[in-house]
């Protein structure tokens, strides 16, 4: 992995990816976060010549270089609309690009469709940009609970354990590779460890032999306990799921807003001891290609 930013797709078809914004719950930019970085959720991924995917529309999504003129689609795939992981959708650019083709696809919701519920932030008071006014070629989805395809990427996509419909994804390259992106995600809810049965855990058919595995580890071991059920992992349970699930590298993701950049260090400094898998801490600006 490189730490610098991506200027233009690969040629060749693995999943090319960047991570845009690494940063869980509310966007934390100051000096002491300056390594890892303070944007919300977001991560780029291009696998298709002229199309580009994006995981989440946190804060680091004003990072994606949508031009026009190198992109025909996109692809925004939400987990779910929590204010962190949309906050940045509405300074999107290709949204004001017109004819550009864009999808957004979304967890499906028992009371109202994906539509519906962003329209609520796409507009006033909250936003002054209608979602109905944007010039893009606009579509709207409410994701499947299994396989899909956009282009040059076989997607599936199921719930995980964090409050309100939110969905994991799990993206396979046509050149080979499995990119699964689990942002929020409490598999320990319940019986406080991730050691149930393989497939009774939540997010496990997911992530069961990825090359990558972008994961939420926003707690310590010592925080976890006074926030248990709120919808994230600590770091011992991300380790733990990586270990059951038996993939190739953990990017431990979605850090906390109040862990700065020493006391990640610290965290992760003996992390990566007795695993069989590669840790990288994910470092908003870092590139990675999926897929041999």
């Known amino acids: 992995m490189t730490d610098r930013p991506v200027a233009e797709p690969y ?3 693995r999943m090319n990816v960047v991570l845009r914004g690494v940063r869980g719950s509310l966007p934390s930019p100051r000096p002491e976060t300056a390594r890892y970085g303070g944007n919300t959720s977001c991560v780029e991924v291009r696998a298709e010549p002229g199309c580009l995917c994006v ?24 987990t779910h609309l929590h204010m962190d992981h949309i906050l940045g959708l509405g300074f999107f650019r290709p949204l004001y690009q017109p ?10 919701s028992p009371t109202q469709p994906v539509h519906g519920r962003l329209t609520r932030y796409l507009s006033p008071p909250l936003f002054p940009v209608r979602l109905r006014d944007l010039p893009c070629k606009l579509e709207l989805h409410d994701a499947p609970r299994g396989p899909f395809e956009i282009p040059g990427l076989s997607v599936t996509a199921d719930l995980v354990c964090h409050p309100g419909p939110t969905l994991g994804y ?6 080979g590779g ?24 939540s997010g496990y058919d997911l992530a069961k032999g990825a090359d990558v ?17 709120w919808g994230h992992s600590s770091i011992s349970h991300a380790l733990a ?3 059951m699930t038996g993939i190739g590298c953990l990017i431990p993701f979605h850090h906390d807003p109040d862990h700065e950049d020493q006391a990640l260090d610290a965290i992760y400094a003996t992390a990566g001891r007795d695993w069989n898998f590669d840790i990288a801490p994910a470092r908003e600006r870092t590139e990675f290609r999926v897929g041999s």
């Open 241 to 243: 799921f990586a270990q």
């Open 178 to 201: 499995v990119l699964t992106y689990i942002s929020d995600h409490e598999p320990a809810l319940g019986n406080g460890a991730v050691d149930g049965p393989e497939g009774w855990t």
């Open 11 to 13: 040629p060749d078809r």
């Open 99 to 108: 004819g550009l083709e864009v999808h957004i696809w979304g967890p499906a």
């Open 55 to 78: 995981l989440d529309a946190g804060t680091g999504i004003r990072a994606v270089d949508g031009d026009v003129g190198e992109v025909r689609r996109v692809d925004v795939l939400l």
């Open 213 to 229: 595995l972008i994961h939420d580890a926003q707690y310590t071991d010592e925080e976890y306990p006074s926030h248990i059920g």
């Open 170 to 175: 799990r993206l396979e390259g046509e050149g």
